[in-house]
Each structure stands twice: as structure tokens, then as C-alpha cells.
């Protein structure tokens, strides 16, 4: 293994990662720099919102800034492990090496965008449930984005920021119901982006959580704000063994932790695909 070099590796794989991430790119990730290993915890400070008063020349009051603050624990660790046959020979060929850390990103961002998924289910802002959920056809889209849009603004959630991550299809419906119109996507690099509606960023993920076809529960929030999430990559790992001395065991692990730090900005509308009539 005298030619591996993990510093290339981690490099490679790193930037593979973040191009897979769809959720995780529209998450709070300020805290990146504060995470040293497994099991940390990372305060998150909160203003709690107060109320301005009217000045009698009495006793003037005051807001604590502090009493909100809450932890991300880093308490996820995932990893992806490959066999090689000869890691100087995959090091020395560049497209060999590229598909190994291609894969290896794409299985951990999986991990981290499914666990994202999974936080519907602390959505303060629904619309129908598991036993009620909506069918969505390019007639009715508009008013079920629409309700939960309301919803959020109800919440005083801004209007600023909002984005949605749904399934394949729900694009499907609003580009049947020719809701799609962005007129500027040249300057749009993100992961998953297809264009702006009612306020919304949409974003399409095969990762949203559902229950077979029965029911889908995309999400509806304010990007950089509903979410806190911290990740770290680490350095590649090589070893022998001894056993098999002929393969090099190739592993990438990683570290994250994420929270949903404000459940009032965080939409969730149960659905699932109906039938067109006529298209």
C-alpha cells in the first residue's frame, strides 16, 4: 500500500458526498466546525422571541437570548467498505478510483438522506395523515402546495427560503399541471432543484419517506433554518488481511448528527399519486 494516499481519496470522496446530498445541502450546516469526534454535542443557541413593550417609565424588562438553546448530538456513524484487489494499482487509475469513491459517497449520503427523510414526523405544520392522505393529480396540486404554504405563513414562518423536497412523481403532477416555470435554472448548481412554485424551491428526492405507494410524506420548510445538521467525513481507511493477504480492505466512514430545531417551520402533507382523467 506504499502508493495509497488518503489525502486524494478523502478529497474524492468528500465532493462525491456533497453532490449526492439533497436534504443535507438545505439543512442548517454552521456547525460543521464543531464536531472532533463521535458522541459530541454541539450547543445551538436560540433567541427566544420576546415582545416589544410600550415604555411607561416604569421598570424596563428584558429577554434572556439563551432561553431556547438546545444540542445536536453527533450520534450517527455509517460507513461504506470495499475489497479491492490491489489498492496501489486502483490508486495509479484515476477512473477506477473515481467509481470506487463515487459509490462509497453515494451509499453514505443515502444513509444521511434517509435519516433526514425520516424527520416528518416532527412536521408542526400537516396536512392529512396515513389515514387520510390526499391523491394528487395535476388537477388539485395547486391548492394542496398552497395549503400548506398557508399553514406555514399562519406559523409567522417567513416567506423567504422556503423549499420543498417531494418524490419523482409529485414533479410529475405540477409539470402535467405546467406549474414549473423557472425562467432563470442556468445558475442553479443544486442537487435535485426543478424550479419554483407558490413560494417553494422544489427539489426532487427518491428518498422521501413512504409507505410503499399507500403514502408519501414530502417536506415542506425554510431552508438553513428548520434543520440543524453537522457531518464530517473521515480520512479513508486501508487495511491487510492477514488471511487475505491478496486484497486491501478499503473503508470511508462518517459522522453526523441532525435535529429539527424549529417544528413550526416543517411541513408535511401525506400523499400519494392519482389517476388522470385526461392529459
Avoid at 416528518?120 to 400537516?126: D, H, I, L, P
Avoid at 420543498?164 to 432563470?184: E, Y
Wanted: net charge negative; proline share 4%; glycine share 8%.
Amino acid at each position: 500500500m506504499k502508493n495509497f494516499i488518503p489525502a486524494i481519496w478523502h478529497g474524492q470522496t468528500f465532493q462525491e458526498y456533497k453532490n449526492q446530498l439533497v436534504f443535507g445541502a438545505l439543512t442548517n450546516g454552521e456547525y460543521q466546525g464543531d464536531i472532533r469526534s463521535f458522541g459530541d454535542r454541539v450547543k445551538i443557541n436560540s433567541i427566544k422571541y420576546g415582545s416589544a413593550r410600550s415604555y411607561t417609565g416604569a421598570t424596563v424588562s428584558y429577554d434572556g437570548i439563551d432561553d431556547d438553546a438546545m444540542f445536536l448530538d453527533i450520534n450517527q456513524r455509517v460507513y461504506s467498505g470495499k475489497v479491492v484487489n490491489n489498492i496501489d494499482e486502483v490508486q495509479i487509475n484515476p477512473k477506477l478510483r473515481g467509481d470506487i469513491t463515487r459509490m462509497m459517497a453515494y451509499e453514505i449520503a443515502e444513509n444521511v438522506e434517509l435519516a433526514a427523510a425520516a424527520l416528518y414526523t416532527q412536521a408542526g405544520q400537516v396536512v392529512g395523515s396515513t389515514g387520510s392522505v390526499t391523491s394528487i393529480t395535476s388537477a388539485n396540486t395547486i391548492s394542496v402546495v398552497e395549503s400548506i404554504a398557508t399553514k406555514l405563513s399562519e406559523a409567522n414562518v417567513p416567506k423567504d427560503n422556503r423549499v420543498a423536497v417531494v418524490p419523482p412523481w409529485f414533479i410529475g403532477k405540477m409539470t402535467l399541471a405546467k406549474i414549473i416555470r423557472d425562467t432563470n435554472n442556468s445558475g442553479t448548481i443544486q442537487a435535485g432543484y426543478m424550479g419554483s412554485f407558490l413560494g417553494f424551491d422544489f427539489y426532487e428526492s427518491n428518498n422521501v419517506s413512504h409507505s410503499s405507494t399507500t403514502w408519501y410524506a414530502p417536506m415542506f420548510f425554510r431552508r438553513g433554518d428548520t434543520i440543524a445538521f453537522a457531518d464530517q467525513l473521515l480520512t479513508p481507511e486501508v487495511v491487510k488481511d492477514k488471511d487475505q493477504p491478496k486484497y486491501d480492505y478499503l473503508s470511508q466512514w462518517a459522522l453526523y448528527g441532525m435535529k429539527v430545531v424549529r417544528p413550526t417551520s416543517l411541513g408535511v402533507v401525506y400523499c400519494a399519486p392519482g389517476s388522470e382523467t385526461a392529459i
